[in-house]
Each structure stands twice: as C-alpha cells, then as structure tokens.
Nanobody, 121 residues
C-alpha cells in the first residue's frame, strides 16, 4: 500500500511563508513526477507546481516567483516553499505522485489526504 502524507499547513498572515512536505511510504519501485495541487471552496482542484525526477519544474502562473517546489529523491519526499502568501492562496493542498510499485507495474496516480492552508488578510 502506497501512502502520501502531507504536513506543514496552517494559518498564516498575508505576506507570510509556509513550507509543505509530502512523505511517501509503502511498496515503491520508482516515482516519476511529484507535485502539489490545491482546491479552494467551490472551485476545482488545480495544479500548483510539479517536478520531475530530473528536477524540471512547472508552476501555475498565479504562484510563479512566490512558490518553489523541490524534492529529495533519496527520501521520496517533495516540498513546497510558499512565500509572500496571499488570501487567495487559501485552499486544501494535495500532494500527488505518479508511482510504479514494482518492476511489472505501470505508473499509477496517488494522492495525499490534503493539508489546509489559510492565509488571513
């Protein structure tokens, strides 16, 4: 069983910073892309940032220059450093990864349960 567990969410004032972490566990052969999505109340889940095994990154326009995604391949962990937070960043943030469980499996999509980030004005 593969699990993704997020941590680091919380309440912060506008202009502040938070760092999210997502640790993976379970039967994992290889991880491809890892990323962060978010979902605000009444809105669809959207991509925030993603990073490949080789370190190539992709960001939503709304967070470029403020958020930084990184990963530790040895620990199968992905991070999201969020600076200059705005009230519109308030959402539940979900970790995502495409994981191959063994040599004979295809890559499947896995999600964490989410962590709440609330930015007050």
């Amino acid at each position: 069983q593969v699990q993704l567990v997020e941590s680091g969410g919380g309440l912060v004032q506008a202009g502040g910073s938070l760092r999210l972490s997502c640790a993976t566990s379970g039967s994992i052969f290889r991880i491809n892309t890892m990323g962060w999505y978010r979902q605000a109340p009444g809105k669809q889940r959207e991509l925030v940032a993603a990073i490949t095994t080789g370190g190539s990154t992709n960001y939503a326009d709304s967070v470029k220059g403020r958020f930084t995604i990184s990963r530790d391949n040895a620990k199968n962990t992905v991070y999201l450093q969020m600076n200059s937070l705005k009230p519109e960043d308030t959402a539940v943030y979900y970790c995502h990864a495409t994981i191959r469980r063994d040599l004979y499996s295809n890559y499947d999509h896995y999600w964490g349960r989410g962590t709440q980030v609330t930015v007050s004005s």
